[in-house]
């Protein structure tokens, strides 16, 4: 019988994994969300290597995908520095508002550098679609709640 037609596997067969969703909205990234993606595929390729040295093939196997998909993602990237005398709110603003007496500040941001506890939102998530084209003082409905915009920064956020 021919080996095209056997099902078992042999040792050096990894089944193929599937790709990572790289979906279809622009991948706008502000500069530190740039040097991310960067430090991302450093940090997945010198994993590569050491699962490759420990001989882990499926650990090599998922670690190629992640990095084809952080290189993907950083020849798409598009950096984009918010108008610092802009008077709305744009993409990678910081936005301070006022919500039930107390003040959140929510910085805008692309995809892969949102992190929501840290006040990184994604511009495509609910609450940047409200708060872009927005000025100081305009009010906007987050949830359940009406929040009063109350500052709006154009300066960089290390994180």
């Given at each position: 019988m021919s080996?095209?037609?056997?099902?078992?596997?042999?040792?050096?067969?990894?089944?193929?994994?599937?790709?990572?969703?790289?979906?279809?909205?622009?991948?706008f990234v502000?500069p530190?969300?740039?040097?991310?993606?960067?430090?991302?595929?450093?940090?997945?390729?010198?994993?590569?290597?050491?699962?490759?040295?420990?001989?882990d093939?499926?650990?090599?196997a998922?670690?190629?995908?992640?990095l084809?998909y952080w290189?993907?993602r950083?020849?798409?990237?598009?950096v984009?520095e918010?108008?610092?005398?802009?008077?709305t709110?744009?993409?990678g603003?910081?936005?301070?508002?006022?919500?039930?007496?107390?003040?959140?500040?929510?910085?805008?941001v692309?995809?892969?550098?949102?992190?929501?506890?840290q006040?990184?939102v994604?511009?495509?998530?609910?609450?940047?679609?409200?708060?872009?084209?927005?000025?100081?003082?305009?009010?906007?409905?987050?949830?359940?709640?009406?929040?009063?915009?109350?500052?709006?920064?154009?300066g960089?956020?290390?994180?």
């Amino acid at each position: 019988m021919s080996v095209a037609f056997v099902k078992e596997p042999n040792e050096d067969q990894v089944e193929a994994l599937p790709e990572r969703d790289l979906g279809t909205d622009p991948n706008f990234v502000t500069p530190r969300g740039l040097s991310l993606l960067d430090r991302e595929i450093a940090m997945n390729a010198a994993a590569v290597e050491r699962a490759r040295a420990a001989g882990d093939k499926i650990a090599v196997a998922m670690l190629h995908r992640d990095l084809r998909y952080w290189r993907a993602r950083r020849s798409t990237a598009q950096v984009v520095e918010p108008d610092a005398d802009s008077d709305t709110v744009q993409f990678g603003h910081a936005v301070g508002i006022r919500r039930r007496g107390r003040i959140e500040t929510y910085r805008i941001v692309g995809i892969d550098e949102a992190d929501p506890a840290q006040g990184l939102v994604s511009y495509l998530s609910p609450l940047a679609r409200q708060l872009v084209g927005k000025e100081e003082g305009e009010s906007v409905r987050i949830g359940p709640d009406t929040a009063e915009i109350v500052v709006i920064e154009a300066g960089a956020r290390e994180g």
